[in-house]
Nanobody
């Protein structure tokens, strides 16, 4: 069973930094892409950053210049280095993966359980 387990969230002051991690496990054959989304209560889910298997990265305008997405392919672990954090960066962050499991020819989307980031002003 595929699992995406996020970690690294917490409380930080504005201007500070946090690094989120997302470890993918469970019979994975191929990871096509991974991404970080965030969602505040009562708001729509927002794509923060994504990275493909080829290493192509994409960032939301709100993340450009402050956040860096990276991936350790050997560990199937996704990272999000967040610098210069602002109070509006506060929502729950979710890890997302587009992958194919062993003995399957179908790609599927999986989600982590989310990790809370709170930035105090």
């Amino acid at each position: 069973q595929v699992q995406l387990v996020e970690s690294g969230g917490g409380l930080v002051q504005a201007g500070g930094s946090l690094t989120l991690s997302c470890a993918a496990s469970g019979g994975i054959a191929v990871i096509n892409s991974m991404a970080w989304y965030r969602q505040a209560a009562g708001s729509q889910q927002e794509l923060v950053a994504s990275i493909t298997s080829a290493g192509t990265k994409n960032y939301a305008d709100s993340a450009k210049g402050r956040f860096t997405i990276s991936k350790d392919n050997a560990k199937n672990t996704l990272y999000l280095q967040m610098n210069s954090l602002k109070p509006e960066d506060t929502p729950v962050y979710y890890c997302n993966a587009d992958l194919r499991i062993i003995f399957s020819n179908q790609n599927q989307i999986y989600w982590g359980q989310g990790t809370q980031v709170t930035v105090s002003s």
